[in-house]
DNA sequence: TTGAAAGCGCTAACAT
DNA sequence: ATGTTAGCGCTTTCAA
């Protein structure tokens, strides 16, 4: 059978009051020589204090619910592994799933979650229009339970937390920048799935530094994509097609996908077409060519979401909401290269 | 304040037993009228049940904990999505943690793991040498509560539960074969971390199959990996110098990696190098060279070890532990080529 | 410095 | 078909 504090206390001659006050932190009224007894009996039989008990009784928990996306991408396994780093250095535990983006089961499993008298959440998924009437409702149990919340973008979370948020317009606006001041005027892009925040606000950047150079948005250039590598690699042919010279892929892993389909079309890159992608995950720098990129901060993201929800959860007092807005980088590298002007 | 049973009990006029019976499945006794009234009322309060309490109470819980290894990979993210889609479609949630190759901070993180009253536990971290004294510690704590447990590979655990198995050493001698029935005789590889078990696995795989071809062991063809895309990188020019004609990748990102420098060097695959892999992730297969490899069913072995483990955990009466045992396919494509004989 | 006792929100006999 | 009651293992006043 479980050891529990009962066996303890009834092992070491006191009550359980003084067993459950030897294993909290707080400043000891128990004598160090029963303190140490206490321990050293516990230790000898085995005893495994139960968490479930403690929530219960102390109504807090070290559980920190999240739900994140696919986790095939370097860009989200290492957003995920930069909060657990985080969460489990603290003494908290992560009860995670990964929710598909048409939410099926969402609904379900994050009731699940919830039900399990969190400290705390991380809401890891990206933003999607509309808005799906389930995440609506979760949204708003999520606010009504008081549980802090940290998320990725600016859900309308109410509650204390933070959102960390990236500015992925002006990653937009910076890439095709760079490329229309390199002169190309054609320039392609390949985008995620248009029901995402994240796209449309790469698509408004890419729009605005057109605009801004007196260039005529033409959604021929456009290519949806889904952010996987199969996207870019049927990207490249269409956007030859419409006579680009250069392409802004929304994402790293779709800039790979247009480097394999180039390879095999014996199209050069950036002789024959200028890349530029947005994440900067590990391998874009180890390409034969690196690819000029949009750095993401993503594990610095990743752990001030987690350190940020640990503190609003240990601070006692009623913390506002916070947001945190990361900056894009340009990282030019050897993917993209200067039109010359055709005169 | 948080609603309770006890609140819709009132509410309803009912005793809090009924509410309860009315939430549970089995059943009822109750008559479909005051369930349905119970369960709407419930709805109209927001009432979310607690699990911790009802843990706590009927000493079952819903909690499946986990470690695993760096999901950076699309090999374990793949594992973990598997894992997660099962247990989260049956109801259960996922605790759970990435620890690093050095166990640093597991003793203190499964410690906390198990103490959350859990259902099950799944160990898909591979086994490393020497054993951990942490490790071993923990498996003994695991045991002792009867924890059923799933594992990847055999750790020993004799509760209940299973262990989910590849045949890597089969995996190391189809591929070895396959480059020996090709005429090549100076066959290097990379390999990962000497202290997998995994790794000595495949290893003893490829000395198999030099044996039976009468080639001897050949220390200077071995190179030492890690299972990361860089090892391979390496392993390429050193392996080059060692005058090898194929080599035997311990896994695909290292193949990938291979390839990389192959590029690099203008070495041509398979016509100057011979490269086989090991795992089967998608990206093998949509290189402008796909890669021959050995197929390792990870999302299959996800899916079983989740719904064993679960089988496990509702099952009453005492299961025997169970073994499953995947054996691996040679899948051919276009990295490797017939060596003509230098008569 | 320690112990007694109430109670966290729920389940599960056992009564009715 | 429904209510009563005694816990589950722990925390936390309050009293000694």
Redo the contacts with the bound molecule.
């Keep these: 059978m ?1 050891v ?3 066996d303890i206390a009834r092992e070491c ?6 067993v ?2 030897a ?2 932190d707080k400043e000891s ?3 160090p020589k ?1 303190k140490a007894h206490i321990l050293e009996v516990a230790r000898r039989m085995n005893y495994q ?2 968490r479930v ?2 929530n ?5 928990s070290k559980w920190i619910g999240m739900i994140i996306n696919d986790l095939r991408n370097t860009h989200i396994s290492s957003l995920f592994m930069a909060i657990d780093h985080v969460i489990q250095t603290k003494g908290y535990s992560l009860i995670c799933h990964v929710l598909s983006d048409d939410f099926a089961n969402g609904h379900e499993v994050i009731r699940n979650l919830i039900a399990s008298n969190l400290a705390g959440f991380i809401w890891a998924k990206p933003y999607t229009y509309p808005e799906n009437e389930d995440s609506i409702e979760i949204q708003k149990i999520i606010e009504q339970m008081e549980l802090p919340v940290a998320a990725m973008d600016d859900f309308g979370f109410k509650t204390p937390g933070v959102n960390v948020m990236f500015d992925y317009q002006k990653a937009g606006y910076l890439a095709t920048k760079h490329l229309l001041d390199s002169g190309h005027t054609r320039i392609g892009c390949v985008t995620g799935p248009m029901n995402y925040k994240v796209t449309q606000e790469r698509l408004r950047g890419y729009q605005e530094a057109l605009r801004e150079h007196g260039i005529e948005y033409n959604e021929n250039l456009v290519y949806t994509g889904n952010y996987a590598m199969k996207s870019g690699r049927e990207a490249l042919s269409y956007l030859l097609g419409q006579r680009a010279t250069a392409v802004f892929s929304f994402n790293d892993e779709m800039a790979f996908g247009l480097y394999q389909s180039a390879r095999q079309y014996r199209i050069k890159i950036p002789e024959d077409l200028s890349v530029m992608g947005c994440d900067n995950v590990p391998f874009s720098n180890v390409l034969e060519v690196p690819l000029s990129t949009v750095h993401v901060p993503i594990d610095e993201m990743g752990r001030i979401i987690a350190q940020e929800l640990i503190k609003t959860i240990e601070e006692k007092g009623n913390v506002k909401r916070k947001t945190i807005l990361y900056q894009p980088k340009l990282l030019l590298r050897g993917s993209t290269r200067k039109l010359q002007a055709e005169a």
Tied chains: 1, 2.
Excluded: H
Excluded at 13 to 18: C, H
Excluded at 56 to 60: D, E, G, I, T, V
């Design positions: 479980k529990t504090i009962k001659g006191v009550s359980i009051s003084t459950s006050l294993f909290s009224r128990i004598s029963t204090p139960n008990a403690a219960l009784a102390s109504k807090q």
